[in-house]
């Protein structure tokens, strides 16, 4: 899969467990279609392409389809991931309790400084950074959160390369790079920045982008 699909799998998925908790059984192309914000038509070619078959007027069994992306996911294998830095973004991180329902563990988190690490009211232990190595290969992390400043960013990038984690999330200010890691592979990096994404808004709203519009009678007939 690409991104974009990826990115649309991935809803479909979350809207589909959303779904089984209250209760129905079955689903449709176009009630996917609203969660992934496309049409109808992109969820049955992705479906298509992944090898799901669902029936023109029953729609899709939703345990089925849930099991089926699941697969396709790697939803079976232990999601575990770490926080670094625990700070105020960290911490919130760490008490976010939506991260269980996509399967996804947040098993630990580490920082420098000792009243942190040393706080036993938080809802998931707090390490030292020197049990970094210690803890990802106890607890099998594949992720790891970054919140720490600026300054720190670089060195702890390459603590956690070094420990053979290879999947990062970024919320500090520096942009990481994909490195090669020993086994080969590049790792992945996914930078967050708050920050530019809001001037981005700012910026596109005060130079909105004018969409063409059909005319009325157009979108009929295409309709039709």
Same mark, same amino acid.
């Given at each position: 899969?690409?991104?974009?699909?990826?990115?649309?799998?991935?809803?479909?998925?979350?809207?589909?467990?959303?779904?089984?908790?209250?209760?129905?059984?079955?689903?449709?192309?176009?009630?996917?279609?609203?969660? %992934? =914000?496309?049409?109808?038509?992109?969820?049955?070619?992705?479906?298509?392409?992944?090898?799901?078959?669902?029936?023109?007027?029953?729609?899709?069994?939703?345990?089925?389809?849930?099991?089926?992306?699941?697969?396709?996911?790697?939803?079976?294998?232990?999601?575990?991931?770490?926080?670094?830095?625990?700070?105020?973004?960290?911490? %919130?991180?760490?008490?976010?309790? =939506?991260?269980?329902?996509?399967?996804?563990?947040?098993?630990?988190?580490?920082?420098?400084?000792?009243?942190?690490?040393?706080?036993?009211?938080?809802?998931?232990?707090?390490?030292? #950074?020197?049990?970094?190595?210690?803890?990802?290969? %106890?607890?099998?992390?594949?992720?790891?959160?970054?919140?720490?400043?600026?300054?720190?960013? %670089?060195?702890?990038?390459?603590?956690?390369?070094?420990?053979?984690?290879?999947?990062?999330?970024?919320?500090?200010?520096?942009?990481?790079?994909? #490195?090669?890691?020993?086994?080969?592979?590049?790792?992945?990096?996914?930078?967050?920045?708050?920050?530019?994404?809001?001037?981005?808004?700012?910026?596109?709203?005060?130079?909105?982008?004018?969409?063409?519009?059909?005319?009325?009678?157009?979108?009929?007939?295409?309709?039709?």
């Amino acid at each position: 899969m690409n991104k974009e699909q990826l990115i649309r799998v991935t809803n479909y998925y979350r809207a589909l467990i959303k779904l089984r908790a209250i209760g129905l059984e079955r689903v449709f192309a176009h009630n996917l279609a609203d969660a %992934a =914000g496309v049409t109808a038509t992109v969820v049955r070619k992705d479906f298509s392409q992944l090898s799901i078959l669902g029936q023109k007027r029953g729609g899709y069994q939703i345990v089925g389809l849930i099991e089926s992306l699941s697969t396709i996911l790697g939803k079976g294998d232990e999601q575990n991931a770490i926080i670094l830095g625990c700070g105020r973004i960290g911490l %919130a991180l760490m008490h976010y309790s =939506g991260f269980e329902s996509d399967g996804i563990n947040i098993v630990a988190g580490f920082d420098n400084d000792s009243n942190v690490y040393s706080d036993p009211s938080q809802p998931t232990p707090i390490y030292p #950074t020197n049990r970094l190595e210690e803890v990802i290969r %106890a607890l099998k992390v594949k992720v790891a959160i970054i919140t720490v400043p600026e300054s720190s960013a %670089a060195d702890t990038y390459r603590k956690i390369l070094d420990a053979d984690v290879a999947g990062v999330l970024n919320f500090s200010p520096v942009t990481l790079k994909p #490195t090669l890691m020993k086994n080969g592979t590049m790792s992945i990096v996914h930078n967050i920045n708050v920050g530019l994404s809001l001037e981005q808004i700012f910026y596109e709203l005060k130079f909105p982008k004018k969409k063409n519009v059909a005319p009325l009678h157009e979108s009929l007939i295409e309709a039709n």
